[in-house]
């Protein structure tokens, strides 16, 4: 598990590489893709996706991108194993009921995904890095991004700009080809509703 320094890597965080690994692995040997192929798509080195593969990798969101991308499919369809839903352009998702995926820095809960052919990807994100330091370096992947901060402080870090901060209420539309990272700015985690778009 790739663990910041002095952290612990959580059972939730464990759990949520596990289920991502596996259903990259499912998905990847059922379109008969081998390792290297999926590694010159992604940009990501083999062992790295094999680490992924095998639950031993906490993966960003970008890198999360990466991966759905270079398989063909829907990131959503990657964070959990669900039945074919009907095509619909209506959903209702209840409080706490999203798809939840942990890492380090975030925590996911990927909104709506019953929904097919989608154009956004809502997220309800928990922030919980406070430094670039425990961030690492700034993300960046294709498509546009959009956050409000339900709770908490936000530091927004992103090429070209100097950090900014938001506060609960604030938010931000930005190009995610710009590296980018969102942290906590007060002494507790932040709460934001995150909307990513290809473009």
């Known amino acids: 598990m790739n663990v910041l320094p002095g952290e612990v890597a959580t059972d939730e965080v464990a759990r949520s590489s596990a289920i991502f690994g596996q259903s990259v692995s499912a998905a ?8 290297k192929a999926l590694s010159d798509k992604t940009g990501l080195s083999q062992a790295t996706l094999s680490r992924i593969e ?13 991966i759905a991308n270079g398989l063909g499919v ?10 074919a839903p009907q095509k619909t352009r ?4 209840r409080k706490g009921e999203g798809d939840v995926y942990e890492t ?15 154009v956004m990807t809502p997220i309800r994100a ?8 425990d961030f690492g370096s700034l993300k960046a992947h294709s498509g546009e991004e959009f956050f409000v901060v ?3 402080e936000v530091e927004l870090h992103a090429e070209h700009y100097a950090p900014i901060k938001l506060s609960a209420g604030d938010s931000a539309y930005f190009d995610s080809t710009m590296g ?3 942290l906590a700015a007060g002494d507790e985690d932040a709460e934001i509703i995150w909307v990513a778009a290809a473009v």
């Open 28 to 35: 990847r040997k059922s379109m008969k893709m081998t390792l």
């Open 54 to 66: 095998n639950g031993l990798l906490s993966v960003t969101y970008d890198n999360m991108i990466a």
């Open 74 to 83: 829907d990131v959503v369809d990657l964070l959990k194993k669900r039945s």
């Open 90 to 93: 209506r959903s209702i998702l």
């Open 104 to 118: 380090e820095v975030y925590r996911y809960e990927m909104l709506h995904t019953d929904l097919l052919s989608r």
């Open 126 to 133: 928990t922030l919980k890095a406070r430094s670039i330091r």
């Open 150 to 152: 339900l709770s908490g």
């Open 180 to 182: 980018h990272a969102l």
